[in-house]
């Protein structure tokens, strides 16, 4: 079964300071994958998404995340962080064109900003 | 565009009884998902429908959930009886397609606490 795993439960960054925030899948053929942001109390907002091609992707907010096929990764950066960044969000894959279990998410990664 | 519409948005029972959340999805989406997203975890699918019918019920715990899409639009789903563990939030999605290519929309939620 198709799994992700997000090392990090809590990310503490300054203001400013860059960010990564890990993700790792297990899956025999390359997913989809993607990355969710969650604010307190709110739904989930999609972030980016990577289906084939350029390895890097750039999303909204400014965020952007590179697919290593080598590593199983799908790591989610940005170059300066501010307060309203503060959220949880979560990885997903699902294999391409739907599949059991459907969008398989992370335990998700709590950002804290620093001020 | 108007977003995916949830109702109610906290929810307080005893276990043992019934609860019913409600959903409406965007306008013009065929694909409407429920998920379940238990305290520290993301979310998990528990139903998918395209139109009015049932894509994936897998992970639907049928012996006390059931969920329905009678018209192809708003959704309903239900929990008789409840169980403590079935304290979470309850997300609804649509996409306009149910095969991920296109982005999943997320309501607020349904925030339920079983006692």
């Known amino acids: 079964a198709q799994s992700v795993t997000q090392p990090d439960i809590h990310i503490t960054v300054s203001e400013g300071a860059s960010l990564e925030l890990r993700c790792n899948y297990s899956?025999?053929?390359?997913?989809?994958l993607f990355w969710y942001v969650q604010s307190p109390g709110q739904g989930l907002q999609l972030l980016l998404k990577?289906?084939?091609?350029?390895?890097l992707v750039q999303g909204i907010k400014g965020f952007e995340a590179e697919f290593k096929r080598s590593q199983s990764s799908f790591n989610l950066r940005k170059p300066s962080v501010h307060w309203s960044d503060a959220a949880e969000y979560f990885c997903?894959?699902?294999?391409?064109?739907?599949?059991?279990?459907?969008?398989?998410f992370g335990k998700g990664t709590h950002l804290i900003i620093q001020p | 565009e108007a977003g995916v519409a949830q109702s109610p948005r906290y929810k307080i029972i005893e276990k043992r009884q019934s609860v019913a959340f409600w959903c409406n999805p965007i306008?013009?989406?065929?694909?409407l998902y429920w998920y379940q997203q238990i305290l520290g975890q993301g979310p998990k699918l528990l139903i998918q429908?395209?139109?009015?019918?049932?894509?994936?019920d897998s992970q639907l715990p049928k012996d006390r959930f059931s969920a329905e899409r009678l018209k192809g639009v708003d959704s309903t789903l239900k929990i008789q009886p409840a169980k403590l563990e079935d304290s979470a939030v309850y997300l609804c999605?649509?996409?306009?397609?149910?095969?991920?290519?296109?982005?999943?929309?997320f309501g607020n939620g349904t925030r339920l606490t079983v006692t």
């Open positions: 999605a649509s996409s306009l397609e149910g095969n991920y290519n296109s982005p999943l929309h």
């Open positions: 899956y025999g053929a390359t997913p989809y």
């Open positions: 990577y289906f084939s091609g350029d390895t």
């Open positions: 429908f395209q139109n009015n019918g049932v894509v994936d």
């Open positions: 997903a894959v699902v294999l391409s064109g739907g599949g059991a279990d459907g969008l398989t």
């Open positions: 306008s013009g989406h065929a694909t």
